[in-house]
Each structure stands twice: as structure tokens, then as C-alpha cells.
T-cell receptor
Framework: EPEVTQTPSHQVTQMGQEVILRCVPI?????FYWYRQILGQKVEFLVS????????KSEIFDDQFSVERPDGSNFTLKIRSTKLEDSAMYFC????????????FGPGTRLTVL | AQKITQTQPGMFVQEKEAVTLDCTYD???????LFWYKQPSSGEMIFLIY??????QNATEGRYSLNFQKARKSANLVISASQLGDSAMYFC?????????FGAGTRLTVKP
């Protein structure tokens, strides 16, 4: 069964450093999403992406965040200058289209900022 | 703006009994989708069930059913015949315009 994959599973970085979180969505999916979940809290929407551009973004997704689909398979989330409060689990998800179909979630990347 | 509320931070249920997890939402949109996800202690997000705002029948998926009351803006999840493996966090979410918002979650514990 096809699945969304994410690498790395755990990323540790120093405050102020840039990190790139990688996701490989399911191959025939067209819509891609990033979410984050601070430990013990709810899952928060960051951004959705379609046709090589951002469709929607939340108030959390400020200038330090960016997303990119650098090739036909990867979908990346870049955090430019990490802060302690960026420590969280980051989930990538993809869906076939935007008509309320199931979003398939990846296993997540745990980001720890020291 | 869309908002999801889950008022039960924790719930307990006896194995083999049914349990209802509450979810209410607020949206000004007419067209939206409602989802339930399960998050076990391992952390992954597992899709359980989906209800479209125009669906007249309540969604069912195996032991999961969604009690959708549109006028009351509620989308409660019913798990029948609880199993020990159902112990997890459960998140309700509302989706519209490529934007999905999650509730705070309910931690369900199934007791043997």
C-alpha cells in the first residue's frame, strides 16, 4: 500500500540554524500539507501546497518557513532560523485532490531545537 | 475562521463497550469535511472516518461511526465494542479550502 514517507525521523539542531524536513508524498497525489504538533498538544495546520504554489497557510507559517517541491517526488519544509519553540513533531500529508478526500499522513519528523 | 472543540480531555471505557467522543465545530462555510484521526503512543496519525457536510447519512467504517448533527454542528465519534488497542489520542478535524484545523484531542483509555 502506498504511503507518505518523511526523513529524518528525528532532527536535532542548534537554535538559529536552518533545517530542511523532507517528505515524499504518495505518487499520484496532487495536494500536499505540513502540520506540526508541539509535544502534548493538538496538531496544527501550517500550509497546503498545490501546483507548485501555496494554497493556504496559517498564522503560524511566517517568514521563517518556506516550502518547496524541488523535484517530482520530494516536498520540503524549510525553517530558516530555528527557535526553541519550533521543537515539535512535523507531519507531512498528501491527498489526491482537495475535495475533502482523506489526507494520508507521514510518520512525522521530530525536531528538537537546542 | 474554522474552529473545532473537543471538550473531553480524557475518557475511560470498559473493553467491549461502546464509547462516544464529542466534537463540535464552528464554520461559516456551507461546504466542509469532518475527519477523525487516531494517534497512538507511537505518534503516527491514522485516518478513521470522514463525513462531508452534504452527506445525509452518518458515515460508518467498521467499528467507527460518526454521529453527524449538522444543525447542532456536532460530529461525535462512536466506537463500538472497544478493544485494548483503541487506547490512543483521538483528534477531530474540520477541512475546507485546503485548510484543516484540529481539535485539542481526547485521550481514550480502554480498561480490561
Amino acid at each position: 500500500e502506498p504511503e507518505v514517507t518523511q526523513t529524518p525521523s528525528h532532527q536535532v539542531t542548534q537554535m538559529g540554524q536552518e533545517v530542511i524536513l523532507r517528505c515524499v508524498p504518495i505518487s499520484n497525489h496532487l495536494y500536499f500539507y505540513w502540520y506540526r504538533q508541539i509535544l502534548g498538544q493538538k496538531v496544527e495546520f501550517l500550509v497546503s501546497f498545490y501546483n507548485n504554489e501555496i494554497s493556504e497557510k496559517s498564522e503560524i507559517f511566517d517568514d521563517q518557513f518556506s516550502v518547496e517541491r524541488p523535484d517530482g517526488s520530494n516536498f520540503t519544509l524549510k525553517i530558516r532560523s530555528t527557535k526553541l519553540e519550533d521543537s515539535a513533531m512535523y507531519f507531512c500529508a498528501s491527498s489526491v485532490d482537495s475535495s475533502y478526500n482523506e489526507q494520508f499522513f507521514g510518520p512525522g519528523t521530530r525536531l528538537t531545537v537546542l | 475562521a474554522q474552529k473545532i472543540t473537543q471538550t473531553q480531555p480524557g475518557m475511560f471505557v470498559q473493553e467491549k463497550e461502546a464509547v462516544t467522543l464529542d466534537c463540535t465545530y464552528d464554520t461559516s462555510d456551507q461546504s466542509y469535511g469532518l475527519f477523525w484521526y487516531k494517534q497512538p503512543s507511537s505518534g503516527e496519525m491514522i485516518f478513521l472516518i470522514y463525513q462531508g457536510s452534504y452527506d445525509e447519512q452518518n458515515a460508518t467504517e467498521g467499528r467507527y461511526s460518526l454521529n453527524f448533527q449538522k444543525a447542532r454542528k456536532s460530529a461525535n465519534l462512536v466506537i463500538s465494542a472497544s478493544q485494548l488497542g483503541d487506547s490512543a489520542m483521538y483528534f477531530c478535524a474540520i477541512y475546507n479550502n485546503n485548510d484543516m484545523r484540529f481539535g485539542a484531542g481526547t485521550r481514550l483509555t480502554v480498561k480490561p
